[in-house]
């Protein structure tokens, strides 16, 4: 649905967007992530066809956007970013101006108008102007506008900017429902987004791509951080047990119930939860758990539930947009909003 | 032209939901009303000057019609590009399959209908006069003629100049720079001597082409100047709408 290839821009004095290669095939949700300023817009308003590229090749539903640039456009149901609209106009109004824009027949129009409306949820609203819309209703008339003319390819940049929490879920509900009915190629920097929408992610900073792949290959990329283990013995044996665990050179330990309270030293308590985090070790770090767990039952302690702790997304997001490009710049952590933040900004 | 019929009532509704026309048109027609009103009560008072011209002649000769269409013009101009720009709407616009053609004369036919419209109540005047005396129809439409495409060069300028720009304000001073740049040559029918200087500047000079056409003189030359006027910014627009697509 879409190929792009070698994408490059350079506004003169900054390069945008260094070579950026990437594939979407039809009926994928993909992710477009990256943090503020790391191209995001840029590239997805060339693939719109808004902005001309300095280099490269980009393909939309086997159409070049430059050589064929009418049957492109035709193609996909774009929404900018901040969602610009006409404030004068009123919903209704607005979209029936945008599905004669994009060529709907005349006698689909009313219909396309009404269906785009009922899947975005605004249908209500069609006689309000738009200038007295809230940011979440805006939001949503900007997707109605992107499913006018039904286009097999939707994208959306960042749709979820500057809603609250609620709008948020429901902007993500939208969006996961019209998976299966089109291609869609949503760009975020907030990664639980991704997680919950999308198939698959392709991550860009400063300009390049730095990973693509399905959620669950971003997941496996996510470093082992530590295990959670239940115990059935008391706990104070532990650490003899892990120090003669091969390959743990150092390790921390945090000794909580299964309430979740701390345990000090001389309380015990059957069922024990301790969480145990790896030093960097040189061993794989599935291997690691398997050492623990083999010198904990060689001693004699139950071990009754191990699971491995993982990086979250969002420490991966941050290790794959640190480590790529370079300069001054690169000790900077990059910009990483979950939920919550988002929600109090 | 994609796209030209979408873009032309999208920008009608725009010029005519908010006040802006409402208000330039209000504007416009007191200052029409009352600039034909003293003439006619001039014309009433001093019949001897009514010999080779009535009241309608020197009602479109006026230099009141060329100040009025140097400011007018500009301010229903000025929105057309920079407010959609400023905006971003734009980036609606122009990811729509629509060519950058009928965008620009959408655009361009929405100003200028307003225009005519704007002009429509003046028609009331002859058609007042013709109670009283004789009303020289021809001359009346080659007088219209004539402010049809000076208004019409004034609106692409117009529209040039807001493409240029994010703010409509900047689009407003630069178009009355230029138009008031043109009046100013015109005037140079007065300054300079005999010579080909002073034929260029009579033939560029607005007054002189509206008291042509008032008096029934349809110069080609004119007209030509004019079409120049109205074609060359109208195509410069839509090469800079182009080069935003492709910069």
Request: hydrophobic share 45%; glycine share 8%; charged share 20%.
């Amino acid at each position: 649905m879409i190929e792009v290839k070698n994408l490059y821009k350079d506004y003169g004095t900054v390069v945008a967007v260094h070579d950026v290669s990437f594939e979407v095939k039809a009926g994928e949700v993909v992710g477009f992530l990256g943090p503020n300023g790391a191209g995001k817009s840029t590239t997805l308003r060339m693939l719109a066809g808004f902005l001309g590229a300095t280099s490269g090749e980009i393909r939309i539903n086997g159409f070049d956007i430059v050589e064929d640039a009418m049957s492109a456009r035709k193609s996909i149901g774009y929404m900018p970013e901040m969602c610009p609209l006409y404030g004068e106009m009123r919903v209704g109004e607005y979209l029936r101006f945008r599905s004669e824009l994009k060529g709907v027949p005349r006698r689909d129009r009313k219909s396309d108008v009404d269906t785009a409306m009922t899947d975005a949820r605004v249908s209500h609203m069609s006689e309000t102007r738009i200038q007295h819309l809230s940011k979440g209703y805006r939001q949503r008339v900007g997707l109605a506008d992107a499913l006018i003319g039904r286009p097999p390819l939707l994208i959306l940049d960042e749709p979820t900017a500057g809603l609250d929490p609620n709008q948020i879920r429901e902007v993500r509900r939208l969006i996961r429902g019209l998976a299966g009915k089109h291609t869609v190629l949503v760009s975020t920097h907030i990664l639980s987004e991704v997680e919950t929408t999308c198939d698959r992610a392709v991550i860009i900073d400063k300009g390049r791509t730095v990973a693509s792949g399905t959620i669950d290959q971003l997941r496996t990329e996510r470093r082992t951080l530590g295990a959670v283990l239940r115990l059935h013995d008391p706990v104070d044996t532990l650490a003899a047990v892990l120090d003669s665990a091969g390959g743990l050179s150092s390790w921390s330990q945090t000794i909580t119930t299964e309430l979740g309270v701390e345990l000090s030293a001389n309380e015990t308590s059957p069922y024990s939860r301790v969480s145990v985090e790896y030093a960097p070790s040189p061993l794989p770090t599935q291997d690691v758990l398997e050492q623990i767990v083999k010198a904990l039952v060689a001693s004699g302690v139950g071990v009754r539930e191990a699971t491995e702790t993982k990086a979250s997304l969002e420490d991966v997001f941050a290790q794959l947009t640190r480590d790529t490009g370079g300069g001054p710049t690169e000790s900077q952590p990059a910009t990483v909003v979950d939920d919550s933040e988002e929600a109090s900004t | 032209m994609r796209g030209f019929v979408a873009v032309f009532k999208r920008e009608m509704l725009g010029l005519w939901v908010t006040p802006l026309a409402w208000i330039v048109t209000a504007v416009f027609l007191t200052l029409q009303g009352w600039s034909f009103y003293t003439l006619v009560e001039y014309y009433a008072k001093f019949t001897t000057v009514s010999v080779d011209q009535g009241p309608l002649q020197a009602y479109f000769v006026s230099p009141f019609i060329v100040m009025s269409l140097m400011m007018i013009c500009p301010a229903l101009s000025m929105r057309l590009f920079a407010e959609e720009r400023r905006s971003g709407t734009i980036e609606a616009l122009l990811t729509a399959p629509v060519s950058a053609v009928g965008v620009v004369f959408g655009k361009y036919a929405a100003v200028l209908a307003t225009y005519g419209l704007m002009w429509l109540p003046t028609l009331a005047y002859p058609i007042i006069l013709r109670n009283t005396g004789h009303v020289d129809w021809p001359v009346v439409a080659s007088s219209y003629l004539g402010i049809f495409g000076i208004g019409a060069s004034y609106l692409s300028i117009g529209m040039f100049m807001s493409a240029m720009t994010r703010s409509q304000l900047i689009a407003l001073v630069l178009t009355i720079m230029v138009l008031f740049g043109t009046f100013i040559l015109g005037l140079g029918e007065f300054i300079f001597d005999e010579g080909p200087l002073r034929d260029m500047c009579t033939h560029i000079s607005v007054r002189g082409q509206l008291g042509d056409f008032a008096k029934g003189i349809i110069d080609l030359r004119r007209v030509v100047l004019d079409a120049t006027a109205i074609g060359l910014p109208l195509f410069m627009t839509v090469r800079v709408v182009d080069s935003w697509r492709f910069g």
